[in-house]
């Protein structure tokens, strides 16, 4: 077994000299359900939905997979979207490039206690008393560039590299989300019209935060024993996840318990719905429950592009999401109230949606709520 680490910071874990698994890194109740194939036949049970932006058939036949897809799995594959193949390319290039800097210049920009930016194991990781057979680095897009100056403190070519494909990439990304979410609001049903309204008052598409999330899963000498990342609904409204060609990622499915491993298709991105998407769509769009495993004989990086609301923005269920004659399903929250909530449900083993549900006596008023009220 190796040291935590050469450097003598317990923060650091040598995953390159790991020979085993240490208890430290050793999780209980992984093979407690059954893996299967999701990569089968489309319309097979298992198989996980693939959304084609690009499919001939048009714009409704499109919506209807994304709402079918959002509400009996809470994620799909996504293709036909328009990134370009050999930037998606480049973007894993460099991450790998990242991940392979010595420890000493990761540390520099280590996450401390409270930060939402930096390097270190995934942001969840601090609920568990077991560690997690990855590392992760998070940073906002609009600040990379100074974020960035904690690994590369005098700039130079890597660093010049690493930001200029990473801002590429968010600007595709983001003209992505809005479209995406303008989609998720057809499939919710709404007509050309209620649309633009609801963009026009809520201000959703024009107010939305992006956050990356950079993963590396070493190979692992037993994976069976190890855990590239904990299961866990992502918080915010929908993530888009970029996956290398080792398969990892898996979904949780009911009826029965088991997990469906995500099949690596080129150039797919995978959409996870977020609680907050949950909340907004009163429950009809579900969050999904979700983990990544690790492999034996190869690494595996991935990216997470998180979209979510301004962290002052009250997000209540959609007026139009509401069945007539019902009340909201979710109180309104801010997205670090819920984090907030998110902390208990953790620490508690409970359900933070349960915990924001709204009572059944709500009265009708609340129907009314905006979808994101934006306090100026």
Same mark, same amino acid.
């Given at each position: 077994m190796p040291t935590p680490s050469h450097l003598k910071n317990p923060l650091y874990f040598d995953f390159r000299a790991a020979r085993r698994v240490p208890e430290s890194h050793s999780w209980p109740g992984l093979h407690d359900h059954p893996v299967v194939d999701g990569g089968g036949a489309p319309g097979t049970p298992d198989a996980v939905p693939v959304v084609d932006l690009r499919d001939p058939s048009g714009g409704a036949a499109v919506a209807a997979r994304v709402a079918r897809a959002a509400e009996q799995w809470g994620a799909f594959l996504l293709t036909g979207h328009g990134v370009p193949a050999e930037l998606l390319a480049r973007v894993e290039e460099r991450v790998a490039c990242m991940f392979a800097l010595p420890a000493a210049d990761k540390m520099r920009a280590v996450r401390g206690p409270g !930060?939402?930016?930096?390097?270190? @194991? #995934? #942001?969840? @990781? @601090?609920?568990?008393?077991?560690?997690?057979? @990855?590392?992760?680095?998070?940073?906002? #897009?609009?600040? =990379? %560039?100074? !974020? =960035? %100056?904690? =690994?590369?403190p005098k700039a130079g070519d890597d660093y010049a590299s690493f930001c200029d494909v990473m801002e590429e990439f968010h600007k595709h990304m983001r003209v992505l989300a809005d479209k995406l979410l303008e989609l998720f609001l057809r499939a919710l049903g709404l007509t050309d019209e209620q649309v633009a309204g609801v963009e026009e008052e809520r201000r959703i598409a024009e107010t939305m935060t992006a956050t990356m999330h950079l993963n590396w899963y070493p190979r692992c000498p037993d994976p069976r024993r190890a855990l590239g990342l904990i299961a866990h609904t992502d918080s915010g409204f929908f993530t888009f996840v970029l996956q290398s060609l080792v398969p990892g990622l898996q979904l949780f499915r009911h009826g029965p318990d088991r997990w469906v491993a995500v099949p690596a298709v080129p150039g797919a991105f995978v959409v996870n719905v977020g609680d907050l998407f949950h909340i907004l769509t009163n429950g009809r769009f579900h969050s999904v429950y979700h983990r990544a495993v690790v492999n034996r004989d190869l690494d595996r990086i991935s990216l997470g592009y998180f979209l979510g609301p301004p962290p002052h923005a009250k997000v209540a269920p959609l007026r139009e999401a509401v069945p007539p004659g019902r009340t909201p399903a979710y109180r309104a929250v801010t997205w670090p109230e819920y984090m907030g909530v998110r902390k208990k449900a953790f620490t508690t083993g409970a359900s933070a949606l349960k915990m924001v549900a709204a009572a059944a006596e709500s009265d009708d008023a609340d129907v009314q709520q905006p979808l994101v009220a934006v306090s100026s």
């Open positions: !930060d939402a930016c930096g390097y270190g @194991s #995934p #942001p969840i @990781s @601090s609920f568990f008393s077991k560690c997690m057979w @990855s590392e992760g680095y998070t940073f906002s #897009p609009v600040s =990379l %560039r100074g !974020d =960035l %100056r904690k =690994l590369w």
